[in-house]
């Protein structure tokens, strides 16, 4: 489902987490990127090793920062 998924938490394990299970399921387009919006680097980095941990694999994600 196409749009803003916004979920709040002050610890960044259960927004990983809640992140993970949102993109644990099978695209309709395998080719379609997902945006995660993030604030500096080493979040990008750190995110994305955590899905990698999680899913085996991070790719075809862009993290933009939110300025």
Do not use: D
């Not at 990983?16 to 995660?36: Q, S």
């Amino acid at each position: 489902m196409p749009g803003l998924k916004l979920y709040a938490s002050n610890r960044l394990e259960v927004l990983v987490e809640k992140l993970a299970e949102h993109l644990r399921p099978a695209l309709p387009f395998p080719l379609e990127g997902k945006t995660i919006l993030v604030q500096s680097k080493g979040m990008e980095r750190w995110v994305s090793m955590e899905l990698a941990r999680r899913h085996g694999i991070c790719a075809n994600c862009r993290f933009p920062f939110p300025n």
